[in-house]
């Protein structure tokens, strides 16, 4: 009983405010408290931090309300440059009052602040999406993915562990968004976090699909690849991992395959390909993937054979039916060059085969350019420049 009774007076002696502490709860700056936390923290115990943190919750909040009540008053005096300054003043205390919320329940281990925040906190919490479409909105990316941000993060935070966030709607819109505003401020490692919460909600509209999604998850990969921030091996573990995740994938294909040839794997990026084109030997992808394989190796025939099933399968791929009708130029070309004799006439018996080649490859792309005529998807002049050219110049 005497060591339990030492032990209790220890704890509660403890649990005292220090001075430093006590002299922080008469402050009412925001700022002047966020100094005095900074100078004494090193001393602070965990009671007196929590303390402070709340203290800073409570300026924080004022001070959002008042921006909101003076942003309400420019509005009327339609004094437009005052209420975006107020505005974003405003924002940045709400991310201020979570900031603060989130670091105090961190060290508030008797969790004497945490029910109230938690509470005081969800509509501010909210105000987040309308902050981060403001700075979104004006390009302040960095902005964005704070707000953003905070909004997505806190969800699983164990300060709201009892909040209901059952009728929530477009959280997977808004993490998608905050990816999004990561990846233009260039921290892709928050990029791909977001991207990846994004992808495990269903609430997103329906304009932005998974491959929406996947497209700035795999840009965010590349570029850590590219600062060396991951090596490629890294990089193509990442990328079979999400492909594994979505084999349907296009994209994901694409950047998997890739790799493996740029990293001179061969062998994997066959494998990828025959097993796409054992489900489905039409595959749009994997023959595009063929073609293009066969068409650096200048086998025209197996290039052309690939790429115009790639087309069949989708009419409007004008990257593949652009290199289809670039095979058939190439193939005539090729016929020509070891066919032609001293004086630059064609041998006869190959005539033939040489004009049904460049009439193929005009007809092709003849289509390309009615289907992009401001070459918006592909640049279709200089190939069909050269088919007229050989066109008109064969003997």
């Known amino acids: 009983m005497v060591i339990a009774a030492a032990l209790t007076m220890a704890l509660a002696a403890n649990a005292q405010t220090s001075p430093e502490a006590k002299a922080i709860k008469k402050m009412k700056s925001y700022n002047e408290v966020l100094e005095a936390l900074k100078a004494n923290e090193a001393s602070f115990s965990n009671e007196d931090k929590a303390f402070v943190y709340n203290k800073l919750v409570d300026l924080a909040i004022a001070e959002n309300g008042n921006a909101e009540k003076a942003a309400i008053e420019a509005q009327l005096a339609k004094d437009e440059a005052k209420q975006q300054e107020l505005n974003a003043a405003k924002n940045l205390a709400a991310y201020n009052a979570i900031d603060n919320a989130l670091k105090c329940n961190a060290v508030d281990q008797a969790g004497k602040y945490r029910k109230k925040n938690a509470g005081r906190l969800m509509t501010i919490r909210n105000s987040m999406v309308s902050a981060g479409l403001d700075s979104y909105n004006t390009k302040d990316y960095s902005g964005a993915m704070k707000y953003f941000g905070a909004f997505v993060e806190t969800r699983n935070d164990a300060l709201f562990a009892e909040a209901d966030f059952s009728r929530e709607q477009n959280f997977g819109m808004i993490a998608y968004y905050a990816a999004l505003a990561a990846y233009f401020n260039k921290d892709m490692g ?136 670039v095979c058939y130029l190439n193939k005539a070309v090729a016929i020509i060059e070891s066919n032609t004799d001293a004086r630059g006439v064609l041998k006869a018996d190959v005539k033939g085969d040489v004009m049904d080649s460049l009439n193929k490859a005009k007809e092709t792309l003849e289509a390309v350019k009615a289907a992009d005529p401001d070459k918006q998807q592909v640049n279709w002049a200089y190939p069909l420049e050269r088919v007229n050219y050989v066109l008109e110049n064969i003997q």
């Open 190 to 325: 928050k990029t791909i976090n977001y991207a990846d919460v994004a992808l495990k909600s269903t609430d997103r509209d329906s304009t932005v699909t998974d491959n929406e999604v996947l497209i700035v998850k795999l840009g965010a990969l590349e570029e850590q690849a590219k600062t060396a921030a991951i090596d490629t091996v890294t990089f193509i573990k990442y990328v079979k991992e999400t492909y594994d995740v979505y084999p349907d994938n296009e994209n994901v294909f694409g950047k998997l395959v890739a790799l493996y040839d740029e990293s001179g794997n061969k062998e994997k990026a066959v494998e990828i390909l025959n097993a796409r084109l054992a489900k489905n030997p039409d595959d749009v992808m994997a023959n595009a993937y063929l073609g293009q394989n066969a068409q650096n190796e200048q086998k025209y025939d197996e290039a052309i054979q690939s790429y115009s099933r790639a087309v069949a399968a989708r009419p409007t791929f004008l990257v593949a039916k652009m290199n289809l009708g």
